[in-house]
């Protein structure tokens, strides 16, 4: 099945900096990548997505980039705001209509 | 649209006792996931339902647990008897097609036994 790896676990990164969170995933079929937000005893948000067809995709500050001949994805916050701070969770959807999903990577953005 | 409804939010039982957890999708949307989240493991997918129907049950961790969806607005997750290892947060997704691959979670049910 699908394995995704993501890095890094913890980022830390001074308001108004650019943050990097990368993925990697196992099966070359999958074609969905999400990116999901989550905040300390909330649920998983989407906040960004790309389509195996695309190779980049922007959203205000945030952005997704998808290399498939690599099978690797980013997703890039740029001005980072005290309220970036979370827990970001990278997926993969592969066969059928499942994700799997990276391990997160829990970002400080420091005042 | 009230998202995706989960009770209860909170459980907390002891060991051997009977577990049910209840989920209410978005209305309209024809496919439901039932995900488990734990500092260990992270967030994995247990179960997926089609338009009612389990699809793919391969992360189900074992016979003790069990899910059903008897139509296309409420699934239950149960688990019997219930272990301190089954503690954990309980997530319900669902989303609108093959398509449109958005899943949208709903609040959780953090799971303690004791």
């Known amino acids: 099945g699908e394995n995704v790896e993501q890095h890094p676990s913890t980022l830390s990164v001074q308001e108004g900096d650019s943050a990097v969170i990368k993925c990697t995933y196992s099966?070359?079929?999958?074609?969905?990548f999400p990116w999901y937000k989550q905040e300390l005893g909330k649920r998983p948000q989407l906040i960004i997505d790309i389509r195996s067809n695309v190779g980049e995709k922007k959203d205000q500050r945030i952005a997704v980039t998808l290399n498939k001949t690599a099978k690797h994805f980013s997703l890039h916050i740029t001005e980072t705001q005290p309220e970036d701070s979370a827990v970001y969770f990278c997926?993969?959807?592969?066969?059928?209509?499942?994700?799997?999903f990276g391990g997160g990577t829990r970002v400080l953005v420091k005042p | 649209d009230a998202g995706v409804i989960q009770s209860p939010r909170h459980e907390v039982t002891e060991m051997g006792q009977e577990v049910t957890l209840r989920c209410k999708p978005i209305s309209g949307h024809d496919y439901l996931f039932w995900y488990r989240q734990t500092m260990m493991r992270g967030l994995e997918l247990l179960i997926y339902?089609?338009?009612?129907?389990?699809?793919?049950d391969s992360g189900m961790p074992e016979d003790r647990f069990s899910a059903k969806m008897p139509n296309a607005s409420f699934s239950t997750l149960k688990i019997q008897p219930s272990e301190p290892r089954d503690s954990a947060v309980y997530f319900c997704a669902s989303s609108d097609s093959p398509v449109r691959y958005e899943q949208y979670f709903g609040p959780g049910t953090r799971l303690t036994v004791t």
């Open positions: 997926a993969a959807k592969a066969a059928g209509n499942k994700l799997t």
């Open positions: 339902f089609n338009n009612n129907v389990p699809i793919d």
């Open positions: 099966d070359s079929a999958s074609n969905y």
